[in-house]
């Protein structure tokens, strides 16, 4: 959702005069050209560089409407909407045009503690609701308690200006120093954290203010009045407060408490007897000289207020204050940058001692290892080296191995040719033998000089073996089982 509208407030407002101004911001009367309806326009110039000290960052601003758009309460001024051009950011809020709240006291004749309680009352619920959703406002003030309208018979109370407004995150610290030095709380001053109790304090210094028209712990300096505020230095003025019912004194005393433990809370303010008791009954018949005391607390008040509106002292305005705290903002956080930076330091040295001690102890074993390595590769290079020798031997031995093998093939083929032609001879001679012996024709009844045995078979055998022992010498038996040698008479008559 888009927090700012960039569009130009004139095109949907038409602009009137002004209503107030401050440092950086000027309140202007307006009014909706669609509807009529009559508006306050919030003008607060944007700073336009980090380095400049002129106009307001723009996460300030943010951080004022983004509270202002969570709030929606009848004591607390309500936010219409925000446009945003180049060097301002406008806030279209409703019109309080009552004026402030002691303008309208010291106009008063007479003041009583039951009217008082009746606006301090508006005030505690306007904060109670702000308190409830842990939002402070951290700038309760006179000039920031305003009316809706003056001309009723109780005005309703306004709460305006969010500029300083925090949300207070539980379990986070905040610290800042900011504020009218008149009103801040001493946690402020001596820059502790920081939470909801110092709208507490504001509240006890404005109903001080209220029934005596005198500032509690407003000193002639700047200074004067910051160390009052720190030794909580004040008292109840029998000439101020001489009328002033205990009670309402005890109310401002439990508010005024420098340990925050003790300080009232919002809710303990609603509830304290000063506020809830109706026993305060103005008089309706009062004595001359007590009137005359009455007029005098109004007047008071009256040269208080005045007094505000004019030309403020050096040591309440907001700027020579905010130029205060700029310095010891920036002092705390010089001071934070060097605890953080010793600490960096001391770190960085445990580190570099650490890293140190484990480069040494990486560096011997690294020294270790680095002797095993050149050990275990110089047996590697001897070892590498056999294999080489090895090899080399391998290779001579496989290549004379090779020459060998050509010569006992060409060996082989010259044998087998030899083999192959006397295969060739013999099968002939074999054959022309065959052809001899079936040419012989022998009687098989005559046997000449060997009885009981023909010629032909006696031919054979002796051919037979004188063939097998021819064979037996030249070829040792190795053709013998490739001829077949059938001599017998079968054969021959085949």
Same mark, same amino acid.
């Given at each position: 959702?888009?927090?700012?509208k ?39 110039k ?18 004022e ?14 936010l ?10 406008v806030?279209?809020l ?9 303008d ?67 379990g ?40 005596s ?110 130029r ?5 903002e ?7 940058? =060097?605890?953080?930076?010793? !600490?960096?330091?001391? #770190? +960085? $040295?445990? &580190?570099?001692? %650490?890293?140190?001690s ?25 070892? =590498?080296?056999?294999?080489? !020798?090895?090899?080399? #031997? +391998? $290779?001579? &031995?496989?290549? %004379? ?37 079936? #040419?012989? $024709?022998? &009687? ?11 010629f ?39």
């Amino acid at each position: 959702m888009e927090l700012f509208k960039q569009q130009n407030v004139e095109d949907f407002y038409e602009i009137g005069e002004e209503l107030g101004s401050g440092q950086f911001a000027i309140v202007k009367q307006c009014r909706e050209k669609s509807s009529g309806l009559q508006f306050a326009a919030k003008f607060i110039k944007k700073r336009q560089s980090m380095a400049s000290s002129r106009g307001v960052r723009r996460e300030e601003i943010e951080r004022e409407v983004t509270i202002l758009q969570r709030v929606q309460h009848q004591n607390i001024v309500t936010l219409r909407e925000v446009y945003e051009n180049r060097t301002d950011v406008v806030l279209i809020l409703e019109l309080v045009s009552g004026g402030e709240l002691f303008d309208f006291l010291a106009q008063k004749e007479s003041l009583s503690e039951e009217e008082a309680t009746q606006f301090i009352k508006q005030i505690l619920e306007g904060v109670n609701y702000l308190h409830a959703r842990k939002i402070a406002h951290f700038d309760l003030k006179p000039e920031n308690i305003m009316l809706l309208d003056k001309n009723v018979s109780l005005p309703r109370i306004k709460l305006i200006d969010f500029g300083l407004a925090h949300t207070i995150d539980a379990g986070v610290e905040f610290k800042n120093i900011f504020g009218t030095p008149e009103f801040v709380a001493p946690e402020i001053v001596n820059y502790e954290p920081l939470g909801l109790e110092a709208d507490m304090w504001s509240i006890g210094v404005i109903t001080y203010i209220l029934l005596s028209g005198a500032s509690p712990f407003l000193g002639e300096t700047k200074q004067d009045t910051l160390g009052n505020i720190s030794a909580v230095n004040y008292e109840f003025d029998e000439e101020f407060f001489c009328h002033t019912s205990e009670l309402a004194k005890r109310f401002i005393s439990q508010l005024l408490e420098k340990d925050k433990k003790k300080r009232l809370t919002i809710r303990e303010a609603l509830s304290h007897p000063w506020i809830t008791n109706n026993e305060h009954k103005e008089e309706r018949a009062q004595e001359p000289r007590k009137r005359e005391r009455r007029q005098l607390k109004t007047k008071r008040l009256r040269e208080y207020t005045i007094k505000s509106h004019s030309s403020m002292p050096p040591n309440n305005t907001y700027m020579n204050f905010e130029r205060f705290a700029q310095v010891v903002e920036d002092i705390d956080h010089m001071e934070s940058s =060097f605890i953080t930076l010793a !600490a960096a330091h001391d #770190s +960085l $040295q445990e &580190d570099i001692d %650490a890293l140190v001690s484990i480069y040494n102890e990486k560096e011997a074993w690294y020294k270790e290892e680095s002797e095993e390595v050149r050990h275990e590769l110089s047996q590697i290079r001897y070892e =590498f080296r056999k294999v080489e !020798a090895s090899k080399k #031997s +391998l $290779q001579d &031995d496989m290549q %004379a191995f090779n020459c060998s093998l050509a010569a006992v093939g060409e060996r082989f083929q010259e044998r087998q040719g030899h083999f192959e032609a006397l295969h060739l001879e013999l099968s002939e001679e074999l054959r022309w033998v065959q052809e001899v012996v079936g #040419s012989f $024709q022998v &009687d098989t009844g005559g046997g000449g000089g060997y009885p009981n045995c023909g010629f032909s078979s006696v031919f054979n055998n002796d051919v037979n073996e004188a063939l097998k022992e021819l064979l037996n010498r030249s070829c040792g038996g190795e053709l013998l089982s490739g001829i077949n040698l059938d001599l017998s008479e079968t054969g021959q008559q085949r």
